[in-house]
């Protein structure tokens, strides 16, 4: 019989035994007290203590925490109680495809190139001496380009203000009507 469980003696009284507490233990089982010991156990005084207060302290949970605790039970309750059978079903769509053969093997070469770079021997180099050929332009060209620059520099700094006034004459005149008729009628 269980004793942890005494619902299981009600009315069963004739045969449930009740425990008994154990025997106190004899007075030369008792462990030993010096003898200093034992004068000031004996000569001790409670009114040389002194006075404490004692402050119980139980903290009662606030409301929010009730609202937390209550909507979390809710929560739970609703989670035990769902039934699968309400759910549709859905086709999934991979919205981060795999890369194809050729996008893998651009970015194997491109890796390739990178560590070549990265790792390139210089020791293998030959050395190279470079040599820069400016070549000057000859004096023909230097005097062209002189003449040139005078002939705009000539046009641009032109003072119009030196020009005198000039009539024109009409050397090509133009034929009369006379004149045209008589072609005409030619």
């Known amino acids: 019989m269980d004793w ?14 009740v425990p008994v507490a154990p025997a106190p233990p004899a007075l030369k089982d008792l ?24 402050q119980e302290k139980i903290v009662l949970p606030s409301a929010e925490d009730l609202a937390a605790e209550k909507t979390e039970k809710a929560l739970i309750e609703g989670i035990a109680k769902f039934d699968p059978a309400k759910l549709k079903h859905t086709e999934t769509q991979e919205k981060n495809p795999l890369p194809d053969k050729d996008a893998v093997q651009q970015e194997k070469t491109h890796q390739n190139l990178l560590s070549g ?67 005409k009628s030619a």
């Open 31 to 54: 462990p030993k007290v010096a003898g200093d010991l034992k004068s000031e156990l004996e000569g001790f005084s409670s009114s040389k203590l002194k006075n404490a207060e004692t």
């Open 117 to 183: 770079v990265e790792h390139f021997d210089k020791t293998t180099m030959k050395h190279a001496q470079t040599s820069e050929k400016i070549i000057l332009p000859n004096t023909e060209v230097i005097e062209q380009e002189k003449a040139q620059s005078n002939l705009l520099s000539g046009i641009e700094n032109f003072d119009s203000t030196k020009l005198k006034h000039a009539e024109t004459q009409e050397k090509n005149p133009l034929p009369t009507k006379e004149v045209i008729d008589q072609e």
């Open 4 to 17: 942890s469980r005494p619902s299981q003696c009600i009315g069963q009284m004739s045969s449930c035994a």
